[in-house]
């Protein structure tokens, strides 16, 4: 036992009232070292602050209590952890899907990132449906509480449909359906001939929409 303090005498807690915080620090530390007295609090102990407010009666407590190990937390230098890219395919089947590129928390949730797709779109949060895609395959719809650190992991691709609500679904039993539209576009090529041929040049792209079960 490094502890030189033999005999430990009882010290009750120290109240602050309205001191000074050094004046009760003090008192603090100096009953601490009544009862602990050794090379490994001369070098390794600490005294933090901790401040508590009661939420019901909004009582302040203010203690200073001692520590060995202090918890901090790590900052986050990746750059790519605070990068998200993502696909917009807008309801209008007119509009091509476009890139879009946001800089995230790490504790950003997909209710977060919809409110960030709302400022630069402008569509009402209630019409955004998320999902994850591999291959061009829906794997997943994420809910609003679905964390982006969780998809970031996955690596798979993130896409935002714009779906219009039609009122309010919580009343109402609807289904997602995704629906592949391909987009034929004729081009004419040259022949060894002179004339011209035609040729199709089709591009798919999905839509997603909610059929109504109710």
Not at 86 to 99: C, M
């Amino acid at each position: 036992d490094l502890n030189r303090i033999k005999k430990k005498p009882y010290i009750p807690p120290v109240k602050a009232g309205s001191r000074p915080d050094s004046v009760v620090a003090d008192e603090a530390w100096s009953n601490y070292l009544k009862r602990n007295n050794s090379l490994i609090v001369d070098l390794m102990i600490g005294q933090y602050k901790s401040t508590i407010v009661c939420p019901n009666c909004e009582r302040l407590s203010i203690t200073f209590d001692p520590f060995m190990f202090l918890s901090v937390p790590i900052p986050i230098n990746d750059e790519e952890s605070s990068k998200l890219t993502l696909t917009f395919v807008f309801y209008d089947a007119r509009i091509l899907p476009q890139k879009m590129f946001f800089s995230i928390h790490p504790n950003y949730t997909i209710c977060d990132l919809k409110r960030d797709i709302y400022e630069k779109v402008e569509i009402g949060t209630n019409d955004l449906t998320l999902v994850t895609m591999e291959n061009n395959v829906i794997t997943e719809y994420l809910t609003d509480e679905d964390m982006i650190s969780k998809i970031k992991r996955s690596r798979v691709e993130l896409v935002v449909y714009e779906v219009p609500s039609f009122g309010s679904r919580q009343r109402r039993k609807f289904w997602p359906i995704e629906v592949c539209i391909s987009q034929v576009k004729p081009k004419r090529s040259p022949t060894r001939g002179g004339t011209a041929t035609a040729e199709d040049d089709s591009v798919s792209l999905s839509r997603l929409v909610y059929l109504d079960m109710s």
